[in-house]
Structures are given as C-alpha cells and as structure tokens.
C-alpha cells in the first residue's frame, strides 16, 4: 500500500522521512560508500548484485557492522520470520 507520512528531497544526497532526514547513496562500488560517517551499522543489500558473502561484505570496508541480503544467496545463512529466525545468532 501507499505510506501515508510524509517523504521528500532534502538535496542530492538526502531525503527526510517524517522529519528524519536520511541518507542516500548513488555509488556502485559498496566499498565507497562510507557508511560508518553515515551513522548506519546495518545495511540491507538489494541490488540482487551482491548476494554472496564475500561481496556483501564490501559494505563493511565503509563502516558497516552487519549487512542483510535480501536475495537468495548461494552462501550466507538465510533466514525466515516464523521459520527459523530463532537459529540467527547475532
């Protein structure tokens, strides 16, 4: 459905949902984006271009702490609500 708050362009790289501004990356390269100075320890990869482990790790050279794929992936760990979500160790 449709999300009812407000969103808009704050300037090139940031929007402002419900007041809270957020930033936004246009970069390919994961390893150049600079995620910690972003304030973002998770990151949610869904490009479907970095499915396996070792490329999803790229986010980590910027900052990040942990990084969800959102894809099948050939390696990592997979995880479902109601399934097996009680097998994920942080």
């Known amino acids: 459905g449709k999300y009812s708050g407000d969103v808009s362009m ?6 402002s949902i419900d007041g809270k501004p957020i930033r936004v ?4 390269d994961p390893t150049n984006i600079k995620w910690g100075d972003a304030g973002a320890d998770y990151v949610v ?7 396996s482990t070792e490329k999803a790790s790229a986010h980590m050279a910027g ?3 942990k990084v969800v794929i959102s894809a ?19």
Do not use: H, Q
């Open 10 to 15: 704050i300037d090139e790289s940031s929007i």
């Open 25 to 28: 990356f246009e970069e390919m």
């Open 45 to 51: 990869e869904s490009t479907g271009v970095f499915t």
């Open 63 to 65: 900052g990040a702490k």
């Open 72 to 90: 099948p992936s050939g390696d990592a760990p997979m995880f479902v609500m109601g399934v097996n979500n009680e097998k994920y160790e942080s």
